[in-house]
């Protein structure tokens, strides 16, 4: 059996990479001191080396222990994929609707993601969890975290 | 001064209320994180990171020292309690812990570990406050070229944290070489791969990397495993008994010095010196070597022993010399160089009432973790019946902020989700993750070692050769790579005997 797509797909990305790194070396080549001195070398070698190793697993042989075993349902797959959505979706959300708002959704979507519980479970353990997060951060480390611009500019139409 | 009147300084700073304080909370804080099932003492670390903080440098670094040996206890309780080995190198504490926890003997066990591990992390501290003033002194000596062979000689850490695929090790750190190139060059001062992003001027942050890596993948790794609660109702006595006591010291002595001796090699990682003590104790108890595997005592002591021993022997060559040896290392490392400290030679030289303070705090951190933990047993064994589905989403959003704290920027907070994507995906298809970060560490010190190398060669490379360090350790990188080809095959052989599937050497 032939390696795992996984190891494919992670040789042709190196192979890009590679061709990325072995670019930006170029355009840094006309700054050199010397040969070997100037910021293009390390882009040099380090797109050399990820095309190099991206093309030997490539060429290796077989290892397909890490493909996914079969069993795993849709719903899980979708569960998992999820998670990440959430995550991304609150840095998206934080600059407008603030900490608060944000990471008391955000926590509401993983309970309900993660753990499964009842909508209404998932709002008081959003809220406690949000709170918490408050208190470590805000009252004791001091981080100043965003207030969201929605609340700024309700602050300032109501001055 | 001498090495042990330093050290008596150390403790005296180390013994302020506040560090103290300090080592306390860290220790707490680590064995409660450690604990959480599927959580080991690197994304333990690495999600403590940022609620350092707000402490000052000594506090947060005492703290983290402690959060480390925390979690490092805290994860051979899920793997006596529930079976479930935090890091690879837990496999043999599960092998007797969890049956001696099925016969009702949890605490017992969970006594001998951390009885095991205060015993080889004092004697791990104690090589410490030796052999690092030493290196790092010799290290001193060293010209760019030595610095530069050196690292290389560190990159063979590749094969010994890589499970066994070198070219994917390869590949990996030369991807976290390639990505800490990111933002302004050092040479010439224009801005390199940015690809005209004002937010990638300023580079990766490192410790938004490791969260998403270690922390954000673990949760997601957890969700696929789906852990649950199993720890058992009844643990009995944590305090052994003298019979205990007996039976496990031959096993903690040769478990401490095995883990201290091969924790100074690099590429010798906890799981290796773990497997071989286990097997060693094994050899040695002749009477008992039938009980192995069903619940020996012993078979607890080697393992924890070893561990602790080899993540104390790791603090050498971080400290002097400035290499992580292992993953929870690394994340240590990342956490001296937020707060402006760049382990190397010289910080025994220019910081040299910090790092005694923090050396003096690790002997408080072993004393503290044995009298916490202790009469603790019993409230963290109940700790570890938290559903995941609830642990998972605190972890996560503390992640999130965390990786927000360290430079209160949204950009870096991507990354680390980027990353958490990136981590899971590695770790499902067993791509080695250490390599990366020390690819990501070692990257920038390493170009400045090879510019600063090559401009004194001035294109004669053979003088380079002449000077003794740098051939010296040129010789011990081909050495060493020998050296942990053999271990690693060992282990893997080892784990696939116990576990009976292949498994990553490390987290």
């Given at each position: 059996m032939r390696h795992g797509w996984s190891d494919r797909i992670a040789g042709l990305m190196a192979v890009a990479a590679g061709g990325v790194f072995i670019r930006e070396a170029w355009k840094l080549y006309?700054?050199?001191?010397d040969l070997w001195i100037g910021d293009h070398v390390f882009p040099g070698l380090v797109g050399i080396g990820l095309l190099l190793s991206g093309a030997m697993i490539l060429l290796s042989p077989a290892d397909s222990r890490g493909e996914e075993a079969p069993g795993r349902t849709e719903g899980f797959r979708r569960r998992v994929a999820a998670v990440p959505a959430v995550l991304f979706g609150y840095t998206l959300v934080l600059p407008w609707a603030g900490y608060v708002i944000s990471t008391l959704a955000a926590a509401l979507l993983l309970f309900r993601t993660i753990g499964g519980y009842r909508w209404r479970t998932c709002i008081w353990m959003a809220a406690v969890a949000a709170v918490c997060m408050e208190l470590l951060f805000v009252e004791w480390l001091h981080t100043p975290l965003p207030t969201g611009k929605i609340l700024e500019l309700k602050g300032v139409m109501a001055r | 001064m001498s090495p042990l009147a330093m050290l008596m300084d150390g403790f005296g700073h180390a013994l302020a209320p506040m560090n103290l304080l300090m080592a306390a909370l860290g220790v707490l804080i680590g064995t409660l994180v450690g604990i959480l099932p599927g959580l080991g003492p690197t994304s333990s670390i690495a999600i403590l990171l940022p609620v350092?903080?707000?402490?000052e440098p000594t506090q947060a670094i005492i703290m983290l020292a402690g959060i480390y040996y925390g979690a490092m206890y805290g994860g051979s309780t899920t793997a006596i309690?529930?079976?479930?080995?935090?890091?690879?190198?837990?496999v043999p504490t599960c092998l007797d812990g969890y049956p001696l926890a099925q016969q009702g003997r949890g605490g017992p066990a969970l006594g001998i570990a951390a009885i095991a591990s205060f015993v080889a992390g004092v004697l791990g501290v104690i090589g410490l406050v030796f052999f690092a003033p030493a290196l790092a002194d010799r290290a001193l000596r060293f010209g760019p070229p030595e610095m530069l062979a050196m690292m290389l000689f560190a990159f063979t850490l590749l094969f010994g944290l890589s499970g066994g695929s070198f070219i994917k090790a390869l590949m990996m750190g030369v991807a976290g070489v390639g990505l800490s190139l990111i933002g302004l060059a050092p040479v010439s001062g224009t801005f390199r791969l940015t690809f005209g992003s004002p937010k990638l001027a300023g580079g990766l942050d490192m410790v938004s990397i490791l969260i998403g890596l270690f922390a954000i993948a673990e949760v997601l790794k957890g969700m696929k495993e789906k852990k649950t609660a199993i720890a058992g109702e009844r643990i009995g006595s944590v305090f052994p008994g003298k019979r205990d006591l007996i039976q496990s010291a031959p096993a903690m002595a040769t478990g401490s010095v095995v883990g201290f001796l091969l924790g100074?090699?690099?590429?010798?990682s906890a799981a290796i010196t773990a497997f071989l003590s286990y097997d060693f104790a094994k050899k040695l108890s002749r009477k008992r070597k039938h009980l192995f595997g069903k619940g020996a005592i012993e078979g607890v002591a080697a393992p924890e022993a070893a561990n602790n021993a080899t993540s104390s022997a790791g603090f050498i060559p971080l400290f002097a010399l400035g290499i992580p040896a292992s993953p929870p290392l690394a994340v240590l490392l990342a956490g001296l160089m937020i707060y402006g400290l760049a382990p190397g030679p010289l910080l025994f030289e220019q910081k040299g009432s910090f790092v005694w303070t923090v050396i003096a705090s690790m002997f408080i951190g072993n004393v503290l973790l044995l009298i916490l933990n202790l009469p603790l047993v019993g409230m963290w064994a109940r700790l570890t019946r938290i559903p995941f589905g609830i642990l998972a989403p605190v972890i996560l959003l503390l992640s999130l902020i965390g990786a927000y704290t360290v430079r209160n920027n949204l950009f870096d907070v991507q990354v680390a989700c980027l990353f958490g994507i990136v981590g899971y995906l590695l770790q499902k298809y067993h791509w080695p993750v250490m390599p990366f970060i020390l690819g990501f560490i070692l990257g920038p010190l390493l170009e400045m070692s090879f510019m600063q190398t090559m401009t004194i060669a001035a294109g004669d490379y053979?003088?380079?050769?002449?000077?003794p360090i740098f051939f010296a350790f040129l010789a011990l990188t081909v050495i060493m790579l020998a050296l942990s080809v053999w271990m690693v095959r060992r282990t893997k052989r080892r784990v696939m005997e116990e576990v009976g599937k292949p498994e990553s050497l490390v987290g």
């Open positions: 006309r700054y050199r001191t | 350092t903080a707000a402490l309690l529930l079976n479930i080995p935090g890091e690879v190198s837990s100074l090699l690099p590429g010798c053979a003088r380079l050769f002449q000077r």
